[in-house]
């Protein structure tokens, strides 16, 4: 789901579950509307062992209108400062290909695109250069290594846990 971020512990009670609700509750939510939205919410607040575990921020930037449609305005570059002074660490909703993202990559994630695959270094080289290819190695998609962006998801999460926004009464009947 692209509105939760999971622990590898409640994943693997979702999957492996020994109680069976979260497969239960899976067969239910397969004939609800806007499903994605509530599964993972209800699983855990059914699940005595993850009941206290949510922290009541979406780490998002979104932008509404005002007052709020369904869908929420599309991002471009005037909202990128807004949007980096958020420390937010995702952000929707951006039309394909919108300046923004490059700048995004650029100025955030620090990275450059090169067709189809991300630069891991940038040449010195001269001769790269002359040839087109900026890039002295390329990064392999596959491999996933922790970089700046998520040393920043890091203390931010540490920061809401720590600023008391672990809620305990997130799961009310």
Sequence with gaps: ?????????????????????????????????????????????????????????????????????????????SHFKAMVKSRAAFARKFMEDDPVLKKVDKRILKRVQSGQW??????????????GDACSSWGDINVVKPGPSATRLKSLVAEL??????YSDQCKF
């Excluded at 991300?118 to 040839?131: A, F, T």
């Design 1 to 77: 789901s692209p509105w939760v971020i999971l622990s590898r512990a409640f994943v693997e009670h979702c999957i492996q579950g020994s109680d069976n609700l979260p497969r239960k509750l899976l067969m239910y939510f397969a004939n609800v509307a806007y499903s994605m939205e509530s599964y993972f919410q209800t699983v855990v607040c059914n699940s005595p062992e993850f009941q206290n575990t949510t922290v009541n921020n979406d780490l998002r930037y979104i932008v509404w209108d005002n007052p709020p449609g369904l869908e929420p305005l599309f991002l471009n570059q």
């Design 161 to 166: 846990i720590l600023e008391d926004k672990l």
């Design 118 to 131: 991300w630069c891991s270094s940038r040449s010195g080289n001269k001769k790269n250069k002359l040839k």
